[in-house]
T-cell receptor
Framework: AQSVTQPDIHITVSEGASLELRCNYS??????LFWYVQSPGQGLQLLLK??????LVQGIKGFEAEFKRSQSSFNLRKPSVHWSDAAEYFC??????????????FGKGTKLSVKP | DGGITQSPKYLFRKEGQNVTLSCEQN?????MYWYRQDPGQGLRLIYY???????QKGDIAEGYSVSREKKESFPLTVTSAQKNPTAFYLC?????????????FGNGTRLTVT
C-alpha cells in the first residue's frame, strides 16, 4: 500500500542551527515526492517537488531535499533555520488516480519550533 | 493574482444544522479537493472532483456532500449526519489528477459546532 511516514511529530531547533526533517515513503513505482509547509491557521504551501533526475532538489525559502531510493526517503533540509520557519511540514507522495486518498498521499506532519 | 478563496475564515454552527463551506478558484484548474485537518491526524480527503458534474468520495466522505456545477467552484456541505464536524477544512486544486500534479491550497475554514 502507498504510504508516507514522518517519524518525528515535533522538533525544536535553535535559530541558526541546521535542520533535517525525515520522510519515508512506500510506493511500488517511481515516486513523485513533495514537501509542503503550513503556518498556523493557514493553508499549505508547496516547498519543493521531486519527479526525476538530480536527487537533490532545491525549493523556496532556502530548503532542499534529497531523494534516496535505497532508503525510500525524501528528507528535507535547511542549513540555517530562521524563526519564521516555525510551522508544520508535510511530506507527500503522488498516488495512482482513483484512490480514496486522491492523487497525493500525505504524511501526518512534523511541527517545527524554533528557539531564539 | 490567481488563487483559491475559502470563505468564511471562521464558522460557528449549532449541532443539527447543515452548513456549507465555500471554495472558489481562478487558476483554471480542472481538479478540486476537500480535506479535513485535525491535530495530529494530518490531512484526510473528504471528496474530490476531476471535472464539472463529477466527484468521488475520499476516505472520510460520510456526513459530507459536494457539488461541482462550475469549474471554479466546489462547495462542501457538512450535514447533521457528520458526528464530529468541528475541524479545519482545506480546499485545494490541481491542474489534473495525475500523481505529479501539485496541489494548491486555500487558507482554510475553521468550523466549530456546539
Amino acid at each position: 500500500a502507498q504510504s508516507v511516514t514522518q517519524p518525528d511529530i515535533h522538533i525544536t531547533v535553535s535559530e541558526g542551527a541546521s535542520l533535517e526533517l525525515r520522510c519515508n515513503y512506500s510506493y511500488g513505482a517511481t515516486p513523485y515526492l513533495f514537501w509542503y509547509v503550513q503556518s498556523p491557521g493557514q493553508g499549505l504551501q508547496l516547498l519543493l517537488k521531486y519527479f526525476s533526475g538530480d536527487t537533490l532538489v532545491q525549493g523556496i525559502k532556502g530548503f532542499e531535499a534529497e531523494f534516496k531510493r535505497s532508503q525510500s526517503s525524501f528528507n528535507l533540509r535547511k542549513p540555517s533555520v530562521h524563526w519564521s520557519d516555525a510551522a508544520e511540514y508535510f511530506c507527500a507522495v503522488g498516488a495512482r488516480y482513483g484512490g480514496s486518498q486522491g492523487n497525493l498521499i500525505f504524511g501526518k506532519g512534523t511541527k517545527l519550533s524554533v528557539k531564539p | 493574482d490567481g488563487g483559491i478563496t475559502q470563505s468564511p475564515k471562521y464558522l460557528f454552527r449549532k449541532e443539527g444544522q447543515n452548513v456549507t463551506l465555500s471554495c472558489e478558484q481562478n487558476l483554471n484548474h480542472d481538479a478540486m479537493y476537500w480535506y479535513r485537518q485535525d491535530p495530529g491526524q494530518g490531512l484526510r480527503l473528504i471528496y474530490y472532483s476531476q471535472i464539472v458534474n463529477d466527484f468521488q468520495k475520499g476516505d472520510i466522505a460520510e456526513g459530507y456532500s459536494v457539488s461541482r456545477e462550475k469549474k471554479e467552484s466546489f462547495p462542501l456541505t457538512v450535514t447533521s449526519a457528520q458526528k464530529n464536524p468541528t475541524a479545519f477544512y482545506l480546499c485545494a486544486s490541481s491542474i489534473g489528477t495525475a500523481r505529479n500534479s501539485p496541489l494548491h491550497f486555500g487558507n482554510g475554514t475553521r468550523l466549530t459546532v456546539t
